[in-house]
Protein backbone atom coordinates (compact mmCIF):
# COMPACT_ATOMS: atom_id res chain seq x y z
CA UNK A 1 0.00 0.00 0.00
CA UNK A 2 1.21 3.59 -1.04
CA UNK A 3 0.55 6.89 0.66
CA UNK A 4 0.10 9.13 -2.27
CA UNK A 5 0.82 12.77 -1.52
CA UNK A 6 -2.54 14.13 -2.09
CA UNK A 7 -3.87 11.68 0.39
CA UNK A 8 -1.27 12.69 2.95
CA UNK A 9 -2.91 16.32 2.03
CA UNK A 10 -6.51 14.66 2.74
CA UNK A 11 -5.13 13.41 5.89
CA UNK A 12 -3.84 16.82 7.18
CA UNK A 13 -6.90 18.98 6.74
CA UNK A 14 -8.67 15.74 8.32
CA UNK A 15 -6.90 16.45 11.35
CA UNK A 16 -6.71 19.74 11.50
CA UNK A 17 -10.47 20.32 11.49
CA UNK A 18 -10.95 17.30 14.01
CA UNK A 19 -8.53 19.23 16.27
CA UNK A 20 -10.26 22.37 15.67
CA UNK A 21 -13.71 20.56 16.74
CA UNK A 22 -12.06 18.70 19.79
CA UNK A 23 -13.19 20.05 23.17
CA UNK A 24 -10.89 22.51 24.82
CA UNK A 25 -10.04 22.16 28.49
CA UNK A 26 -10.50 25.08 30.50
CA UNK A 27 -9.42 24.13 33.80
CA UNK A 28 -5.81 24.48 34.94
CA UNK A 29 -5.16 22.16 37.48
CA UNK A 30 -1.46 21.20 37.29
CA UNK A 31 1.11 23.79 38.74
CA UNK A 32 3.91 24.13 35.54
CA UNK A 33 6.31 24.62 37.69
CA UNK A 34 6.60 21.33 39.23
CA UNK A 35 6.57 19.65 36.14
CA UNK A 36 9.09 18.08 34.54
CA UNK A 37 9.69 19.54 31.16
CA UNK A 38 11.79 18.28 28.22
CA UNK A 39 15.72 19.57 27.57
CA UNK A 40 15.88 18.61 24.10
CA UNK A 41 12.88 20.22 22.31
CA UNK A 42 13.30 22.75 19.27
CA UNK A 43 11.44 25.83 19.81
CA UNK A 44 10.43 27.16 16.12
CA UNK A 45 12.68 29.29 14.38
CA UNK A 46 12.85 31.92 11.42
CA UNK A 47 15.79 30.37 8.89
CA UNK A 48 16.86 33.76 7.93
CA UNK A 49 14.89 36.50 10.12
CA UNK A 50 14.81 39.82 7.95
CA UNK A 51 11.13 40.49 8.83
CA UNK A 52 12.28 44.23 10.22
CA UNK A 53 14.10 45.20 7.30
CA UNK A 54 11.83 43.85 4.39
CA UNK A 55 8.37 45.37 6.02
CA UNK A 56 10.47 48.99 6.95
CA UNK A 57 11.01 48.72 2.93
CA UNK A 58 7.19 49.23 1.97
CA UNK A 59 7.13 51.97 4.35
CA UNK A 60 5.98 54.18 1.39
CA UNK A 61 3.38 51.95 -0.54
CA UNK A 62 1.51 51.10 2.57
CA UNK A 63 1.06 54.56 3.64
CA UNK A 64 0.34 55.50 -0.23
CA UNK A 65 -2.36 52.44 -0.22
CA UNK A 66 -4.17 53.69 2.92
CA UNK A 67 -3.81 57.21 1.62
CA UNK A 68 -5.65 56.45 -0.99
CA UNK A 69 -8.40 54.02 0.53
CA UNK A 70 -9.14 56.72 2.77
CA UNK A 71 -10.06 59.24 0.36
CA UNK A 72 -12.04 57.35 -2.00
CA UNK A 73 -13.89 56.10 1.31
CA UNK A 74 -14.38 59.56 2.41
CA UNK A 75 -13.07 58.43 5.86
CA UNK A 76 -11.47 61.62 7.65
CA UNK A 77 -8.56 60.25 9.15
CA UNK A 78 -6.83 56.64 9.46
CA UNK A 79 -3.97 55.87 11.98
CA UNK A 80 -2.16 52.56 11.28
CA UNK A 81 0.82 50.53 12.17
CA UNK A 82 2.53 47.31 11.66
CA UNK A 83 4.28 45.42 14.97
CA UNK A 84 7.16 43.08 14.48
CA UNK A 85 6.95 40.73 17.56
CA UNK A 86 7.69 43.87 20.00
CA UNK A 87 8.72 46.59 17.62
CA UNK A 88 6.28 48.92 16.04
CA UNK A 89 8.29 48.81 12.54
CA UNK A 90 5.57 50.85 10.53
CA UNK A 91 3.76 53.79 12.55
CA UNK A 92 1.76 56.52 10.58
CA UNK A 93 -1.84 58.15 9.92
CA UNK A 94 -3.23 60.36 7.29
CA UNK A 95 -6.35 63.03 7.66
CA UNK A 96 -7.87 64.55 10.43
CA UNK A 97 -8.90 63.24 13.88
CA UNK A 98 -11.09 66.90 14.09
CA UNK A 99 -12.89 68.12 11.54
CA UNK A 100 -13.95 71.49 12.89
CA UNK A 101 -10.13 72.09 14.44
CA UNK A 102 -8.40 71.02 11.67
CA UNK A 103 -6.15 68.59 14.40
CA UNK A 104 -4.10 66.26 12.31
CA UNK A 105 -4.46 62.41 13.06
CA UNK A 106 -1.51 61.32 14.60
CA UNK A 107 -0.10 57.78 16.03
CA UNK A 108 -0.50 59.16 19.86
CA UNK A 109 -3.81 59.88 18.57
CA UNK A 110 -6.86 58.17 20.52
CA UNK A 111 -9.89 56.07 18.56
CA UNK A 112 -12.53 54.40 19.87
CA UNK A 113 -11.84 50.75 18.80
CA UNK A 114 -15.30 49.24 19.61
CA UNK A 115 -15.21 45.76 18.97
CA UNK A 116 -11.86 45.46 19.56
CA UNK A 117 -12.37 45.80 23.10
CA UNK A 118 -13.64 42.45 23.54
CA UNK A 119 -10.72 40.86 23.67
CA UNK A 120 -9.40 42.51 26.75
CA UNK A 121 -12.71 41.20 28.43
CA UNK A 122 -11.74 38.01 26.98
CA UNK A 123 -8.51 38.24 28.68
CA UNK A 124 -10.07 39.54 31.74
CA UNK A 125 -12.34 36.37 32.71
CA UNK A 126 -9.37 34.22 31.85
CA UNK A 127 -7.10 36.16 34.38
CA UNK A 128 -9.71 35.28 36.57
CA UNK A 129 -9.93 31.71 35.64
CA UNK A 130 -6.35 31.43 36.00
CA UNK A 131 -6.15 32.78 39.51
CA UNK A 132 -9.01 29.94 40.59
CA UNK A 133 -11.83 32.92 40.73
CA UNK A 134 -14.22 31.65 38.15
CA UNK A 135 -14.72 28.43 35.55
CA UNK A 136 -15.86 28.88 31.88
CA UNK A 137 -17.51 26.21 32.74
CA UNK A 138 -19.90 28.05 35.09
CA UNK A 139 -23.31 28.50 34.49
CA UNK A 140 -23.96 32.82 34.06
CA UNK A 141 -26.41 32.74 36.91
CA UNK A 142 -23.89 31.61 39.47
CA UNK A 143 -22.82 35.08 39.30
CA UNK A 144 -25.95 37.15 37.80
CA UNK A 145 -28.66 35.93 39.63
CA UNK A 146 -31.05 37.70 37.19
CA UNK A 147 -30.51 35.03 34.52
CA UNK A 148 -32.39 32.64 36.37
CA UNK A 149 -35.25 33.46 34.82
CA UNK A 150 -34.33 33.49 31.30
CA UNK A 151 -37.33 31.66 29.28
CA UNK A 152 -35.13 28.95 26.91
CA UNK A 153 -36.53 28.36 23.47
CA UNK A 154 -36.48 24.01 24.39
CA UNK A 155 -36.23 21.94 26.99
CA UNK A 156 -33.22 20.49 26.31
CA UNK A 157 -31.21 23.65 26.26
CA UNK A 158 -28.14 23.66 28.60
CA UNK A 159 -27.72 26.24 30.82
CA UNK A 160 -25.26 29.40 29.64
CA UNK A 161 -22.22 29.41 31.29
CA UNK A 162 -19.08 31.69 30.82
CA UNK A 163 -17.91 29.89 27.98
CA UNK A 164 -20.91 30.61 25.85
CA UNK A 165 -20.88 34.33 26.43
CA UNK A 166 -17.18 34.43 25.51
CA UNK A 167 -17.96 32.59 22.12
CA UNK A 168 -20.94 34.13 21.03
CA UNK A 169 -22.75 30.36 21.59
CA UNK A 170 -25.30 31.54 24.43
CA UNK A 171 -28.07 31.58 22.01
CA UNK A 172 -28.70 35.55 21.90
CA UNK A 173 -29.48 37.33 18.93
CA UNK A 174 -26.78 39.17 16.57
CA UNK A 175 -27.50 42.63 17.91
CA UNK A 176 -25.49 44.82 15.81
CA UNK A 177 -26.17 47.76 15.45
CA UNK A 178 -28.81 48.41 18.23
CA UNK A 179 -25.89 47.11 20.69
CA UNK A 180 -23.84 49.88 19.77
CA UNK A 181 -26.34 52.26 21.21
CA UNK A 182 -26.62 50.59 24.48
CA UNK A 183 -22.59 51.86 25.16
CA UNK A 184 -23.32 54.11 28.02
CA UNK A 185 -26.36 52.28 29.45
CA UNK A 186 -26.42 51.77 33.39
CA UNK A 187 -25.62 48.37 35.30
CA UNK A 188 -29.40 48.88 35.77
CA UNK A 189 -30.85 48.68 32.42
CA UNK A 190 -28.70 45.31 31.80
CA UNK A 191 -30.43 43.96 34.69
CA UNK A 192 -33.55 45.16 33.82
CA UNK A 193 -33.06 43.61 30.05
CA UNK A 194 -32.70 40.20 32.08
CA UNK A 195 -35.75 40.41 34.35
CA UNK A 196 -38.05 41.50 31.48
CA UNK A 197 -36.61 38.39 29.26
CA UNK A 198 -34.03 38.09 26.68
CA UNK A 199 -35.62 36.89 23.28
CA UNK A 200 -33.97 33.91 21.99
CA UNK A 201 -32.33 33.30 18.39
CA UNK A 202 -30.89 29.33 19.13
CA UNK A 203 -30.66 27.02 21.87
CA UNK A 204 -27.58 27.80 24.18
CA UNK A 205 -24.05 25.86 22.98
CA UNK A 206 -25.79 25.52 19.78
CA UNK A 207 -23.99 27.56 17.02
CA UNK A 208 -22.09 30.60 16.59
CA UNK A 209 -24.25 34.11 16.89
CA UNK A 210 -22.07 37.40 17.49
CA UNK A 211 -23.50 38.96 20.59
CA UNK A 212 -22.62 42.42 22.16
CA UNK A 213 -24.79 42.10 24.81
CA UNK A 214 -23.37 38.46 25.81
CA UNK A 215 -19.98 40.69 26.21
CA UNK A 216 -21.33 42.96 28.28
CA UNK A 217 -22.67 40.28 31.03
CA UNK A 218 -18.59 39.31 30.85
CA UNK A 219 -18.39 42.95 32.20
CA UNK A 220 -20.60 42.45 34.60
CA UNK A 221 -19.24 39.26 35.66
CA UNK A 222 -15.67 40.43 36.33
CA UNK A 223 -17.13 43.80 38.25
CA UNK A 224 -18.82 40.86 40.45
CA UNK A 225 -16.22 38.43 40.80
CA UNK A 226 -13.19 40.93 40.81
CA UNK A 227 -15.52 43.77 43.26
CA UNK A 228 -14.61 46.59 41.45
CA UNK A 229 -15.63 48.09 38.19
CA UNK A 230 -14.64 45.60 34.84
CA UNK A 231 -12.94 48.94 33.58
CA UNK A 232 -10.83 49.90 36.64
CA UNK A 233 -9.82 45.85 36.61
CA UNK A 234 -9.34 46.00 33.10
CA UNK A 235 -6.91 49.12 33.53
CA UNK A 236 -5.11 47.52 36.35
CA UNK A 237 -4.35 43.93 35.85
CA UNK A 238 -3.89 44.63 31.77
CA UNK A 239 -3.14 48.03 30.52
CA UNK A 240 -0.93 49.26 33.06
CA UNK A 241 1.22 45.64 33.12
CA UNK A 242 1.51 46.47 29.53
CA UNK A 243 2.63 50.23 29.54
CA UNK A 244 -0.90 51.65 28.18
CA UNK A 245 -1.07 54.40 29.70
CA UNK A 246 -2.64 56.48 26.95
CA UNK A 247 -6.10 53.90 26.75
CA UNK A 248 -9.09 55.22 28.04
CA UNK A 249 -12.95 54.19 28.79
CA UNK A 250 -14.23 57.44 28.78
CA UNK A 251 -13.81 59.85 26.02
CA UNK A 252 -14.47 62.79 28.26
CA UNK A 253 -11.23 61.68 30.27
CA UNK A 254 -9.11 62.38 26.85
CA UNK A 255 -6.81 65.70 26.09
CA UNK A 256 -9.24 67.24 23.73
CA UNK A 257 -6.20 67.46 21.17
CA UNK A 258 -5.75 63.71 20.80
CA UNK A 259 -9.31 62.87 21.14
CA UNK A 260 -10.63 61.19 17.57
CA UNK A 261 -14.27 62.81 16.67
CA UNK A 262 -16.46 60.03 14.87
CA UNK A 263 -18.45 61.28 11.35
CA UNK A 264 -20.86 59.69 9.37
CA UNK A 265 -20.72 60.39 5.67
CA UNK A 266 -23.93 61.36 4.23
CA UNK A 267 -25.26 64.05 1.64
CA UNK A 268 -21.50 64.35 0.02
CA UNK A 269 -20.54 66.01 3.66
CA UNK A 270 -19.04 64.57 6.84
CA UNK A 271 -21.36 64.59 9.37
CA UNK A 272 -20.90 64.53 13.33
CA UNK A 273 -21.84 61.57 14.87
CA UNK A 274 -23.01 61.72 18.67
CA UNK A 275 -20.02 60.58 20.95
CA UNK A 276 -21.18 57.94 23.50
CA UNK A 277 -20.31 57.70 27.22
CA UNK A 278 -18.45 54.74 28.89
CA UNK A 279 -21.41 52.55 30.61
CA UNK A 280 -22.63 49.03 31.40
CA UNK A 281 -22.05 47.71 28.02
CA UNK A 282 -18.12 48.83 27.72
CA UNK A 283 -17.20 45.29 27.64
CA UNK A 284 -18.19 45.08 24.46
CA UNK A 285 -17.02 48.09 22.57
CA UNK A 286 -16.14 50.83 25.12
CA UNK A 287 -11.86 51.22 24.78
CA UNK A 288 -10.00 54.02 23.13
CA UNK A 289 -6.35 53.98 22.31
CA UNK A 290 -3.91 55.25 20.08
CA UNK A 291 -1.71 53.09 17.77
CA UNK A 292 1.41 53.43 19.91
CA UNK A 293 -0.44 52.35 22.70
CA UNK A 294 -2.51 49.45 20.85
CA UNK A 295 0.72 47.85 19.53
CA UNK A 296 1.80 46.67 22.68
CA UNK A 297 -1.33 44.66 22.95
CA UNK A 298 -0.82 43.07 19.85
CA UNK A 299 3.18 42.49 21.08
CA UNK A 300 1.94 40.58 23.65
CA UNK A 301 -0.28 38.29 21.58
CA UNK A 302 2.33 37.36 19.25
CA UNK A 303 4.52 36.50 22.06
CA UNK A 304 2.35 33.83 23.21
CA UNK A 305 3.96 31.87 19.73
CA UNK A 306 5.79 29.78 19.41
CA UNK A 307 5.57 27.54 22.68
CA UNK A 308 8.77 27.48 24.86
CA UNK A 309 10.27 27.30 28.35
CA UNK A 310 10.63 30.88 28.42
CA UNK A 311 10.36 32.73 31.87
CA UNK A 312 6.45 34.04 31.81
CA UNK A 313 5.97 37.98 31.57
CA UNK A 314 2.29 39.58 31.13
CA UNK A 315 -0.76 39.58 32.60
CA UNK A 316 -1.77 36.06 31.60
CA UNK A 317 0.24 33.08 31.21
CA UNK A 318 1.45 32.68 27.15
CA UNK A 319 -0.47 29.45 27.04
CA UNK A 320 -3.25 31.28 28.08
CA UNK A 321 -3.26 33.60 24.94
CA UNK A 322 -3.37 30.37 22.89
CA UNK A 323 -6.92 29.36 24.38
CA UNK A 324 -7.60 32.78 23.04
CA UNK A 325 -6.38 32.02 19.73
CA UNK A 326 -8.55 28.72 19.16
CA UNK A 327 -11.52 28.46 17.27
CA UNK A 328 -14.63 26.99 18.79
CA UNK A 329 -17.52 26.10 16.46
CA UNK A 330 -14.80 26.14 13.19
CA UNK A 331 -17.04 26.13 9.92
CA UNK A 332 -15.10 25.93 6.56
CA UNK A 333 -15.97 28.70 3.77
CA UNK A 334 -15.16 27.32 0.74
CA UNK A 335 -15.80 30.60 -1.33
CA UNK A 336 -13.01 32.28 0.62
CA UNK A 337 -10.40 34.33 -1.49
CA UNK A 338 -7.00 34.78 -0.97
CA UNK A 339 -5.17 38.16 -1.55
CA UNK A 340 -5.04 37.73 -5.30
CA UNK A 341 -8.92 37.21 -5.04
CA UNK A 342 -8.14 33.31 -5.94
CA UNK A 343 -10.38 30.83 -4.54
CA UNK A 344 -8.63 29.61 -1.42
CA UNK A 345 -11.03 27.79 1.26
CA UNK A 346 -10.92 28.90 4.50
CA UNK A 347 -11.63 27.64 8.36
CA UNK A 348 -12.77 29.98 10.37
CA UNK A 349 -13.83 30.01 13.58
CA UNK A 350 -14.19 31.96 17.06
CA UNK A 351 -12.02 31.91 20.22
CA UNK A 352 -12.44 33.99 23.06
CA UNK A 353 -13.19 37.87 21.75
CA UNK A 354 -11.11 36.90 18.87
CA UNK A 355 -11.90 35.58 15.14
CA UNK A 356 -9.29 32.88 13.69
CA UNK A 357 -8.70 31.55 10.04
CA UNK A 358 -6.45 29.36 8.43
CA UNK A 359 -6.54 29.81 4.41
CA UNK A 360 -6.21 26.77 1.74
CA UNK A 361 -2.13 27.62 2.01
CA UNK A 362 -1.68 27.19 5.95
CA UNK A 363 -2.09 31.23 6.85
CA UNK A 364 -3.56 31.28 10.03
CA UNK A 365 -4.81 34.39 10.86
CA UNK A 366 -5.85 35.70 14.61
CA UNK A 367 -8.06 39.31 14.35
CA UNK A 368 -11.19 41.46 15.44
CA UNK A 369 -12.64 44.25 13.94
CA UNK A 370 -15.01 47.51 15.49
CA UNK A 371 -17.69 49.43 14.21
CA UNK A 372 -19.77 52.04 16.29
CA UNK A 373 -21.00 55.21 15.62
CA UNK A 374 -18.40 57.44 14.11
CA UNK A 375 -15.48 54.81 13.66
CA UNK A 376 -14.20 51.50 12.47
CA UNK A 377 -11.00 49.71 13.17
CA UNK A 378 -9.49 46.50 12.41
CA UNK A 379 -6.40 44.49 13.73
CA UNK A 380 -5.01 41.18 12.44
CA UNK A 381 -1.71 38.78 13.61
CA UNK A 382 -0.06 36.34 12.47
CA UNK A 383 1.19 34.20 14.93
CA UNK A 384 3.90 31.77 12.76
CA UNK A 385 5.23 35.06 11.59
CA UNK A 386 5.33 37.46 14.52
CA UNK A 387 3.49 40.13 12.47
CA UNK A 388 0.60 42.20 13.38
CA UNK A 389 -0.92 44.80 12.00
CA UNK A 390 -3.99 47.53 13.03
CA UNK A 391 -5.56 50.57 11.65
CA UNK A 392 -8.08 53.10 13.23
CA UNK A 393 -10.42 54.93 11.30
CA UNK A 394 -13.56 57.94 12.31
CA UNK A 395 -15.68 56.81 10.15
CA UNK A 396 -19.06 55.15 10.86
CA UNK A 397 -18.90 51.85 10.41
CA UNK A 398 -15.68 51.61 7.83
CA UNK A 399 -13.32 49.37 7.32
CA UNK A 400 -9.82 51.56 7.43
CA UNK A 401 -7.68 49.63 4.92
CA UNK A 402 -7.25 47.69 2.25
CA UNK A 403 -5.82 44.08 4.10
CA UNK A 404 -5.84 42.20 1.16
CA UNK A 405 -3.69 44.47 -0.48
CA UNK A 406 -1.31 44.65 2.72
CA UNK A 407 -1.12 40.96 2.91
CA UNK A 408 -0.24 40.84 -0.39
CA UNK A 409 2.59 42.96 0.18
CA UNK A 410 3.38 41.35 2.56
CA UNK A 411 3.25 37.06 1.61
CA UNK A 412 3.96 37.98 -1.78
CA UNK A 413 5.94 41.02 -2.54
CA UNK A 414 8.29 40.67 0.61
CA UNK A 415 7.79 36.89 0.59
CA UNK A 416 7.61 36.92 4.10
CA UNK A 417 8.72 33.45 5.79
CA UNK A 418 7.47 31.57 8.71
CA UNK A 419 8.61 30.28 11.69
CA UNK A 420 9.86 26.88 11.09
CA UNK A 421 10.15 23.93 13.12
CA UNK A 422 13.98 22.39 13.83
CA UNK A 423 14.58 18.82 13.13
CA UNK A 424 13.56 16.54 16.78
CA UNK A 425 16.67 14.52 17.50
CA UNK A 426 15.34 11.33 17.52
CA UNK A 427 13.32 12.32 14.05
CA UNK A 428 17.01 12.83 12.56
CA UNK A 429 18.33 9.25 14.42
CA UNK A 430 14.72 7.60 12.85
CA UNK A 431 14.94 9.17 9.74
CA UNK A 432 19.01 7.65 9.03
CA UNK A 433 17.43 3.95 10.33
CA UNK A 434 14.77 4.10 8.12
CA UNK A 435 16.94 4.72 4.92
CA UNK A 436 19.40 1.95 5.80
CA UNK A 437 15.68 -0.05 6.69
CA UNK A 438 14.36 0.15 3.08
CA UNK A 439 17.53 -0.47 1.40
CA UNK A 440 18.49 -3.67 2.94
CA UNK A 441 15.69 -4.96 5.72
CA UNK A 442 18.30 -5.75 8.35
CA UNK A 443 16.51 -8.24 10.64
CA UNK A 444 18.89 -6.51 13.98
CA UNK A 445 17.91 -3.14 12.95
CA UNK A 446 14.40 -3.99 12.67
CA UNK A 447 14.39 -5.68 15.85
CA UNK A 448 15.63 -2.23 17.38
CA UNK A 449 13.76 0.13 15.01
CA UNK A 450 10.17 -1.29 14.17
CA UNK A 451 7.15 -0.86 17.00
CA UNK A 452 5.18 -4.06 17.89
CA UNK A 453 2.34 -3.26 15.42
CA UNK A 454 4.33 -2.58 11.97
CA UNK A 455 4.03 -6.04 10.61
CA UNK A 456 0.80 -6.75 12.02
CA UNK A 457 -0.40 -3.88 9.98
CA UNK A 458 1.37 -5.30 6.66
CA UNK A 459 3.85 -8.00 6.62
CA UNK A 460 7.52 -8.06 5.97
CA UNK A 461 7.30 -9.46 2.91
CA UNK A 462 4.40 -7.03 1.66
CA UNK A 463 6.58 -4.59 2.75
CA UNK A 464 9.37 -5.33 0.86
CA UNK A 465 7.96 -6.29 -2.38
CA UNK A 466 6.40 -3.16 -2.13
CA UNK A 467 9.79 -0.78 -1.79
CA UNK A 468 11.54 -2.76 -4.03
CA UNK A 469 8.83 -2.17 -7.00
CA UNK A 470 8.93 1.30 -5.66
CA UNK A 471 13.20 1.73 -6.12
CA UNK A 472 12.87 -0.47 -9.76
CA UNK A 473 10.46 2.35 -10.93
CA UNK A 474 12.65 5.25 -9.46
CA UNK A 475 15.80 3.80 -11.00
CA UNK A 476 18.89 4.93 -10.03
CA UNK A 477 19.27 7.21 -6.85
CA UNK A 478 20.97 10.70 -6.71
CA UNK A 479 20.21 11.83 -3.61
CA UNK A 480 18.16 11.89 -0.81
CA UNK A 481 16.88 15.04 1.02
CA UNK A 482 16.69 16.82 4.72
CA UNK A 483 13.76 15.42 6.44
CA UNK A 484 11.18 17.98 6.51
CA UNK A 485 9.48 17.91 10.47
CA UNK A 486 5.70 18.00 10.79
CA UNK A 487 5.83 17.67 14.76
CA UNK A 488 8.71 16.19 17.37
CA UNK A 489 7.71 12.68 16.07
CA UNK A 490 6.03 12.83 12.30
CA UNK A 491 7.93 13.97 9.10
CA UNK A 492 8.46 13.11 5.32
CA UNK A 493 11.56 13.84 2.94
CA UNK A 494 12.35 12.85 -0.42
CA UNK A 495 14.63 10.37 -2.50
CA UNK A 496 15.89 11.90 -5.99
CA UNK A 497 16.13 9.52 -8.60
CA UNK A 498 16.79 9.64 -12.13
CA UNK A 499 13.21 8.82 -13.33
CA UNK A 500 11.60 11.23 -10.41
CA UNK A 501 11.43 10.91 -6.72
CA UNK A 502 10.55 8.54 -3.79
CA UNK A 503 8.60 10.47 -0.95
CA UNK A 504 9.07 9.14 2.19
CA UNK A 505 6.47 9.39 5.38
CA UNK A 506 6.78 8.00 8.67
CA UNK A 507 5.35 8.62 12.52
CA UNK A 508 6.58 7.62 15.67
CA UNK A 509 4.93 5.77 18.50
CA UNK A 510 4.40 7.93 21.77
CA UNK A 511 7.03 5.16 24.12
CA UNK A 512 9.83 7.05 25.66
CA UNK A 513 11.85 5.62 22.93
CA UNK A 514 9.78 6.12 20.00
CA UNK A 515 9.93 3.71 17.32
CA UNK A 516 8.35 3.55 13.94
CA UNK A 517 4.76 2.38 13.70
CA UNK A 518 3.79 3.92 10.16
CA UNK A 519 6.60 4.00 6.87
CA UNK A 520 4.53 5.15 3.24
CA UNK A 521 6.23 4.96 0.36
CA UNK A 522 4.94 6.50 -3.12
CA UNK A 523 6.76 7.40 -6.28
CA UNK A 524 6.24 10.83 -8.18
CA UNK A 525 7.49 10.84 -11.78
CA UNK A 526 9.61 13.36 -13.64
CA UNK A 527 6.64 14.93 -15.13
Known amino acids: MTFPKQHFISFFLL ?3 ISCNSPQ ?4 KVDSGSRPISKTYKVPVFSTDNRLEKIESITPQIHAMITEYAEKRHIPGVVYGIVVDTNLVVASATGLLDISKELSATTSSAFRIASMSKSFTAMAIMKLRDEGKLSLSDPVAKYIP ?7 LTADS ?6 NLMTMTAGFPEDNPWGDRQLDESDQMLMNLLTDGISFSNPPSYTFEYSN ?8 IISRVSGMPYQRYIKENILMPLGMKHTYWEYANIPIEQLAIGYRWE ?3 WKLEPMLHDGSYGAMGGLITSIEDFSKYVSFHLSAWPPRSDPESGPVKRSTLREMHTPKFPTLNTGATDFNNKPCATVSGYGYGLGIHTNCKGLKLVRHGGALPGFGSNYVFYPDYGVGIMAFGNLTYTSPWPLKKIEKLLFETLELEPRKLPLSDILRERKQQVELLIKGWNPELEQELLAENFYMDKSREHRMAEAKEIFDKAGTVLDTEEITPYNQLRGSYKINTEKGFIDVFFTLTPEKEAKLQQLYLS ?4 S
Open 15 to 17: SLL
Open 25 to 28: ITEK
Open 146 to 152: EMSGLEY
Open 158 to 163: PDIDIE
Open 213 to 220: TGYALLGN
Open 267 to 269: NDQ
Open 523 to 526: FEPN
